[in-house]
């Protein structure tokens, strides 16, 4: 075992396609094959240098899986690569009717009093989060990475959405 390739990004550690939209079923095999190869466990009778950069691949393995696996950490991270970081707590540009919308999204999920309203809610975010991609998708495969980054911050809004219907949901039940 070697130590970690900290210039390597997450898609080269998995062999994978730089694209944002990828194969997760062959992601996680991926996964699976590299952690089965390198889990600490297979490293106990090695020396403590050898131990510890299999430590340390493994969590890079761990990060890299994790950032690649869902569409918006994904893509947040093509972004990151290119340069353009999306930092915490950045405002949509302040594009009023797409803050009205989420607005009233988060009221129509707080105020949902059945199962059935709050899965309506969450179909519809899953729409929304499926147009998104698609149109993540094109603007990154076209290098326009300002229009991407728009798109990814709307994504991680109804994300947010997406992850409060799941909460309320929960709550009904």
Known sequence: V?????????FQILDCDHSFTLDTQKLQKMYLKLQRSL???????????????SEQQSALLNRAYRTLLKPLSRGLYMLELEGMPIEEGTISGGDPSLLMELM????AVEEADTAEAADRIGQDT???????????????????????KALLIQMKYFANVEEKVKERLSKLM
């Open 126 to 148: 899953k729409v929304k989060l499926m147009e998104l991609t698609a149109q993540i998708d094109a603007a990154l495969r076209k290098g326009e990475y300002k229009a991407a």
């Open 2 to 10: 070697q130590p970690t390739d900290e210039s390597a990004s997450h």
């Open 39 to 53: 889990h600490p466990d297979n490293f106990s009778q090695k020396t403590e240098e050898e131990q510890g950069f």
């Open 104 to 107: 009233e999204l988060n009221e």
